[in-house]
């Protein structure tokens, strides 16, 4: 399709959607309940570690957002949509983009969490990070005034990328990625002194989060080899999780197992960099907040000797929250569709991302893995710290990044004449994302209450 074929597409689905439709959201009768989502969603993972996930979604309604994917896909698929698909990330919220290190050792700064990815509405992309943005400029007390800023900023941003994108060639577009260097000059003219500082400090951060950094706050040495301290229940080593020695040594058998055929997903070289790593231990580790409650691993891997360490975490990959309103996707392995997905939509990914499938939960059943390195450079911005214009050029960093992921999978051509030179979409995500934070405090006050009401347990301070 030529490019004034597909430019004429996206002015047909804007005469079909209008932009202005966007700002709407207004809850069905019979509205799912967001608890009862969540205890759907717990159904399937390990049970000692679901009170934890609440304890943490109870925090404040920016972490019940963050661990809420799946009631706000649910709330997404009665909002209107372009018909413009593209690999979505499921959950762009703001704590989902954060830095990392690239193969050539660049600090690049992208989308960082892809539990959710699969094919679906690039809206809703937009609409999950808008609404952090509002939750969060809220949580950190800015006015009504300063919140809207924020968002239509970055939103804005979106929009004028994905336009700058239409025009480019598909290599182009390819190499596009957000070198954290020339991210910083490009917003130095609009940083304060704090925000200079403070991008400054996470890019020296980043630096030194890597499996040596690891080693040193997880592990101990015992026999003249480091092992992984326990601290149940968010990191407890394999051998507390089965008693018997003899099922410790037929699990750890069936993790190699799992490493050794993983490895075949992995690029020939890569495959060969990591055969020279030999096991050394594995504890199950809670990370995140939606995430917690899923079966994650990590595994000890030591080279040339004990100064040479590899973590790597093996973290199950359960269906998408997007795919019971978007329909089946095409990969019967969850890892293959996160790591298909992450491929696909960042611009440089981890050099040991691989999947498989393995009997790794203590349960006998077969589960699907997606596997990566546990640091490499990796750090996400304090969201808590952040200042209104802090936030806001936080915000247009999140936005353009992700209308590059887009732009990659998606017609970036029909997208953008959908999108148009004006803000007309920017005020109506706006308004979307302040009615959107409404319903979240809300749904963050029924977890509470059903805690309180002793309908759910939950571990506080965790």
């Not at 404040?60 to 799946?70: E, H, I, K, V």
């Amino acid at each position: 399709m030529i490019p004034a074929e597909r430019a004429a597409r996206g002015k047909e689905a804007r005469a079909a959607v209008p932009r202005e439709s966007h700002a709407v959201f207004d809850p069905r009768p019979g509205r799912p309940d967001p608890v009862g989502l969540l205890e759907e969603q717990a159904a399937s993972r390990v049970p000692e570690l679901i009170p934890v996930r609440r304890g943490r979604m109870m925090v404040s309604p920016f972490t019940f957002y963050r661990g809420a994917a799946l009631p706000m896909a649910s709330d997404l698929a009665t909002t209107p949509v372009s018909g413009l698909a593209v690999q979505a990330c499921g959950d762009a919220h703001l704590s989902n983009f954060g830095i990392f290190g690239s193969a050539e050792r660049r600090l690049v700064f992208d989308v960082n969490d892809f539990d959710e990815t699969t094919p679906g509405p690039w809206e809703w992309d937009v609409k999950r990070l808008a609404a952090s943005l509002e939750v969060a400029g809220r949580e950190n007390g800015f006015g009504g005034k300063n919140r809207r800023a924020v968002v239509m900023a970055a939103v804005a941003s979106y929009r004028q990328a994905m336009r700058a994108f239409a025009k480019m060639t598909n290599l182009d577009v390819w190499y596009a990625h957000a070198d954290m260097d020339e991210l910083r000059a490009e917003f130095d003219s609009q940083m304060k002194a704090r925000q200079r500082k403070m991008w400054d400090k996470g890019m020296a951060k980043a630096r030194t989060r890597d499996s040596m950094q690891e080693v040193a706050k997880l592990c101990r040495v015992v026999g003249g080899r480091p092992r992984i301290v326990s601290d149940p229940p968010l990191l407890v080593p394999v051998d507390e999780l089965i008693p018997e020695a003899q099922d410790v040594a037929a699990f750890q058998t069936s993790l190699a197992g799992l490493i050794g055929k993983y490895r075949r997903t992995l690029e020939t070289d890569r495959r060969y960099l990591l055969e020279q790593y030999e096991f050394a231990d594995m504890a199950r580790k809670v990370v995140g907040v939606g995430s917690v409650g899923t079966r994650c691993w990590i595994i000890l891997m030591l080279g040339r000797d004990g100064s040479d360490p590899l973590f790597l975490q093996v973290k199950e990959a359960e269906e998408s929250v997007l795919r019971r309103f978007t329909g089946a996707g095409k990969y019967a392995n969850q890892g293959e569709r996160v790591v298909a997905g992450q491929r696909l939509m960042q611009a440089a990914s981890d050099i040991f991302l691989g999947w498989q499938r393995a009997k790794t939960g203590l349960d006998g059943k077969p589960h699907d893995y997606y596997v990566r390195q546990l640091r490499d450079w990796k750090y996400s911005m304090p969201i808590e710290a952040m200042k209104p214009r802090g936030m806001r050029i936080y915000g247009e960093a999140c936005g353009w990044t992700l209308a590059r992921a887009h732009a990659r999978s998606g017609d970036r051509i029909a997208i953008a004449t959908y999108l148009g030179g004006s803000d007309v979409f920017d005020r109506a995500i706006a308004a979307f994302a302040a009615a959107y934070a409404d319903q979240n405090q809300r749904d963050h006050r029924s977890l509470v209450d059903a805690v309180a009401s002793g309908r759910l347990t939950a571990e506080r301070d965790m």
